[in-house]
């Protein structure tokens, strides 16, 4: 009896260390947020239909801080910071296993943060670096647009929106460029599947080809090859 119960206890004890060891945090993000006095800063990733909270902290003072989670591969995260006021702040940014150490203020929240972490951050941030051209370029238009209708300037109007309408088709055209060129790291998938959804198909089959193996079977390559598969299947049953 007491060699069954060694048993018993020894299986026990080993199946509760290998889920601890399987849940133990693998990613850690140290952050710092100058001016910040008090709120709750959220780690946060994409759910099938909500944001999910991974771990929070709640800030009385100091600026530090560290939160922390668990990863099985490169994936989007999002730091949130809850003010409990009207403005919402959040910074998008890729994770991999190791640290990622963050550094923001609270006055230019999204604009100042500077990460260094991934690899595959490096790339998304030389996407959004090529992105922000684009955008300064739109608000330009915008702003453009808006002195032309209070004077009621039509064929200004016009001319703006045809430009406006280029811009949008050489932003699809830049990204669709950028994941080919980038077809080793994960973010081409992620390109393909959150940027330029509603691009022509063959455009993000062609992106899902060129990519290298390792990538195809990744979490937003599996995401991407699925895509198109569903799509393939829904495009043959209207035909039939």
């Given at each position: 009896?007491?060699?069954?119960?060694?048993?018993?206890?020894?299986?026990?004890?080993?199946?509760?260390?290998?889920?601890?060891?399987?849940?133990?945090?693998?990613?850690?993000?140290?952050?710092?947020?100058?001016?910040?006095k008090k709120g709750v800063?959220?780690?946060?990733?994409?759910?099938?239909?909500?944001?999910?909270?991974?771990?929070?902290?709640?800030?009385?003072?100091?600026?530090?801080?560290?939160?922390?989670?668990?990863?099985?591969?490169?994936?989007?995260?999002?730091?949130?910071?809850?003010?409990?006021?009207?403005?919402e702040y959040f910074i998008?940014?890729?994770?991999?296993?190791?640290?990622?150490?963050?550094?923001?203020?609270?006055?230019?929240?999204?604009?100042?943060?500077?990460?260094?972490?991934?690899?595959?951050?490096?790339?998304?941030?030389?996407?959004?670096?090529?992105?922000?051209?684009?955008?300064?370029?739109?608000?330009?238009?915008?702003?453009?647009?808006?002195?032309?209708?209070?004077?009621?300037?039509?064929?200004?109007?016009?001319?703006?929106?045809?430009?406006?309408?280029?811009?949008?088709?050489?932003?699809?055209?830049?990204?669709?460029?950028?994941?080919?060129?980038?077809?080793?790291?994960?973010?081409?998938?992620?390109?393909?599947?959150?940027?330029?959804?509603?691009?022509?198909?063959?455009?993000?089959?062609?992106?899902y080809e060129n990519l290298?193996?390792?990538?195809?079977?990744?979490?937003?390559?599996?995401?991407?090859?699925?895509?198109?598969?569903?799509?393939?299947?829904?495009?043959?049953?209207?035909?039939?």
């Amino acid at each position: 009896m007491r060699l069954k119960h060694f048993i018993y206890s020894f299986i026990i004890a080993s199946l509760f260390f290998s889920c601890e060891e399987d849940t133990k945090a693998n990613f850690t993000l140290k952050g710092s947020i100058k001016g910040l006095k008090k709120g709750v800063v959220y780690l946060q990733k994409d759910g099938k239909s909500r944001i999910i909270n991974l771990d929070s902290v709640v800030i009385k003072g100091q600026s530090e801080f560290t939160l922390q989670t668990n990863i099985k591969e490169p994936i989007l995260l999002y730091l949130k910071l809850d003010k409990n006021d009207a403005n919402e702040y959040f910074i998008p940014f890729f994770a991999d296993k190791g640290i990622t150490e963050l550094k923001t203020s609270l006055k230019n929240f999204s604009v100042d943060a500077k990460i260094i972490g991934s690899r595959q951050h490096v790339v998304l941030e030389e996407y959004l670096n090529l992105m922000s051209k684009f955008k300064d370029k739109n608000l330009d238009l915008i702003k453009a647009n808006f002195e032309a209708a209070k004077t009621n300037d039509l064929t200004t109007s016009d001319s703006l929106k045809k430009q406006a309408d280029r811009l949008v088709k050489l932003k699809y055209a830049s990204t669709i460029n950028f994941a080919l060129n980038n077809n080793d790291s994960e973010v081409a998938p992620y390109l393909a599947l959150y940027e330029i959804p509603n691009t022509n198909v063959k455009f993000l089959d062609s992106i899902y080809e060129n990519l290298t193996e390792d990538i195809k079977t990744s979490y937003y390559g599996k995401k991407l090859g699925k895509a198109l598969k569903d799509f393939e299947e829904a495009k043959n049953n209207l035909e039939n």
